[in-house]
């Protein structure tokens, strides 16, 4: 019962949205640009673009936040890049803030896909970083399999979605069982660009053991290590300040 219960539940155990109101204008200390997307009668993307002026701008990080509420909670993370003159755009997954309609791997996949197509026709590949935290490590991983970017980098990424559910349910068999595959170390790959990973060692949501995994099968792979990081609390470390503004240098 236990595991029809995990089967069909599995939804919101991985997703935690926070709605906002059609008409909700969002309010930051960033300049910003608020981009509402019709994609079809069933979906509006909701995306916001944190600028910085065109004359010093370095390039756009792609960013894709974790599973829980919307835009909102991830804008604290913004200065990071744009104080290295990076913009940065973010977008909401379906059902997350303003965005809606049906959400599937498969729409993720293809939401993050749209977000890469506005930012190439802005600016070149080698001058777009994709940006991965949380949940959002898969999505990005897969984006960059298949488009080019300068770098990726994963905050607190998990090998694949079902090597976390083993973690959390080993006593089922969770490959049948799971809807949301996410297969970061697949994706590994077929990236070309460097990829960067950063994680704590006290992570109790993504233990850090999957993110040495990656490091140790793929030569790629820079993996920085925050000795007692969290899972939400890498930004208040130094370590992590330090080597992500290096990362993000010329």
């Given at each position: 019962m236990l595991g029809t219960a995990l089967y069909f539940l599995q939804d919101k155990f991985i997703f935690h949205p926070k709605k906002l109101p059609a008409d909700y204008q969002y309010h930051f200390d960033i300049p910003f640009r608020q981009i509402d997307l019709p994609v079809n009668r069933e979906k509006n993307l909701s995306i916001v673009q944190f600028t910085v002026p065109d004359s010093i701008r370095r390039g756009i990080v792609l960013y894709f936040h974790g599973n829980r509420e919307n835009i909102n909670r991830y804008a604290k993370y913004v200065k990071n890049f744009t104080d290295q003159q990076y913009e940065v755009w973010m977008l909401d997954y379906p059902g997350y803030g303003k965005s809606t309609g049906p959400r599937t791997e498969k729409i993720l996949y293809e939401d993050a896909m749209l977000l890469y197509k506005m930012a190439i026709g802005k600016t070149a590949a080698d001058s777009i970083i994709i940006y991965g935290k949380s949940l959002g490590t898969g999505i990005a991983s897969q984006l960059a399999s298949v488009r080019d970017c300068k770098k990726l980098i994963l905050e607190t990424p998990y090998y694949s979605m079902t090597a976390l559910a083993r973690h959390y349910f080993f006593i089922y068999p969770v490959v049948p069982m799971s809807k949301y595959k996410f297969p970061t170390n697949e994706y590994f790959n077929y990236i070309k660009s460097p990829i960067y990973i950063f994680h704590g060692t006290k992570d109790r949501v993504i233990p850090y053991r999957q993110a040495r995994r990656l490091a140790a099968q793929f030569s790629s792979v820079t993996l920085?290590?925050?000795?007692?990081?969290?899972?939400?609390?890498?930004?208040?470390?130094?370590?992590?300040?330090?080597?992500?503004?290096?990362?993000?240098?010329?």
């Open positions: 920085y290590t925050i000795p007692k990081g969290g899972h939400n609390n890498l930004n208040s470390f130094p370590l992590f300040k330090k080597e992500l503004t290096f990362l993000l240098q010329p």
